[in-house]
């Protein structure tokens, strides 16, 4: 337990020395405040590009555009820049050669796999929460937001589904030592998941469901029971993803 906690405040000082986590509450404090500008802006900015002698007729932007923009484009831009900033966290430790002199001195393999999983899904949630503030902030002060609910349980599905995008990186990680094939492989799988969620039957059972239909639990077209098998099967990557990364760090040649 004492190399775990010992380890992950190594991880966390890294993470400050790299400017990593500084990068990612940047990125995602950046959209947080574009979500609601753009939703505010949008009809405005569309009004001003129309042609004279055209109307264009557009609908007053309400909350709910504000969390159409939070769920475009924190799956589409917050999670690459998550995924790009994480898939060095193993790979880039193979290059420099530091796995030795831990592992010599005794560190578990599991215990780095562990640590490394705990921190990046720390700085991950940080990084969503100060998203998700801002933009509820900036949310309420332009709108009413009353009667909007389930919020909380769609960004909870959104932050399950980036633990399970930590969880491929670091089984990708472990298995290879390219920071580039890391990120090929971890694109090769959501890939997958999207093919896999053009047929209609196993959409329910596909973890991709956890960053692409919150809105509807927001707008009611869909219910929490909605996104049970999603959940489960998520947890279950998850953990098979960790289980298989110490199994394949515990059998690579550092």
């Not at 990084?127 to 503030?133: N, P, V, Y």
């Not at 094939?181 to 209609?200: D, Q, Y």
């Not at 639990?217 to 029971?225: E, K, N, R």
């Amino acid at each position: 337990m004492k190399a775990y906690i010992a380890f992950t405040k190594k991880e966390w000082m890294e993470s400050i020395r790299t400017y990593k986590l500084f990068i990612l509450l940047t990125v995602f404090f950046i959209l947080g405040i574009m979500n609601p500008i753009t939703a505010k802006i949008t009809p405005d900015l569309l009004a001003s590009l129309a042609q004279e002698g055209i109307t264009i007729s557009i609908a007053e932007p309400t909350a709910i555009d504000s969390w159409m923009q939070f769920y475009k484009n924190v799956p589409q831009m917050g999670l690459i820049v998550l995924v790009i900033m994480f898939s060095g966290g193993i790979t880039a430790e193979y290059s420099k050669g530091t796995f030795i002199n831990m592992i010599t001195k005794g560190l578990k393999r599991s215990t780095i796999i562990l640590s490394k999983f705990t921190m990046e899904v720390c700085l991950w949630t940080l990084s969503l929460l100060l998203c998700f503030a801002t933009t509820a902030y900036y949310t309420a002060y332009f709108w009413n937001i009353d009667g909007i609910g389930h919020i909380l349980q769609s960004v909870l599905c959104l932050w399950l589904f980036g633990i399970f995008l930590i969880a491929v990186l670091l089984l990708m990680g472990a298995a290879v030592k390219s920071n580039y094939a890391c990120l090929l492989l971890t694109g090769g799988v959501v890939v997958v998941l999207f093919i896999i969620n053009m047929i209609p039957k196993l959409q329910e059972y596909n973890p991709i469901r956890l960053a692409s239909d919150n809105l509807s639990l927001i707008t009611g077209d869909m219910a929490m029971g909605d996104f049970s098998f999603s959940i489960v099967l998520t947890l279950i990557g998850i953990i098979l993803c960790l289980l298989g990364a110490i199994q394949v760090f515990n059998k690579k040649k550092i």
